[in-house]
């Protein structure tokens, strides 16, 4: 074999799976934040998270009953962020999302 022929082999072992794994980085920040939007999709819309949400709620719900109006403030701001992207419609309890829709104002 000459010179050039086994440098060219060289080369192309050592390049190659540079191109590849360069290749596969790029397919894998096209693909990942869209499989991980789906995974939470997916999680959004399982029955021990919309237990726990209604729990939480629930929760909120007894101590904005019983607070002052600083307390209320307190409670209606911590429920506008923390239930902010939960589908109303998908809670069981009538009292539950007629209380998060007047606190989120939504």
Do not use: C, W
């Amino acid at each position: 074999m000459s010179k050039l022929k086994i440098t060219g082999i060289v080369v192309g072992v050592l390049i190659i799976p540079v191109f590849i794994g360069l290749y596969s980085l790029g397919m894998f920040k096209f693909f990942a934040p869209k499989t991980e939007n789906i995974k939470r999709g997916v999680f959004e819309n399982t029955k021990s998270y919309l237990h726990g949400v209604q729990q939480d709620l629930g929760k909120y719900y007894l101590e904005y009953q019983t607070a002052d109006e600083n307390g209320k403030t307190a409670i209606r701001a911590i429920i506008q962020m923390r239930f902010a992207e939960v589908d109303v419609g998908k809670l069981q309890s009538a009292q539950l999302r007629g209380f998060l829709k007047s606190t989120r104002g939504y």
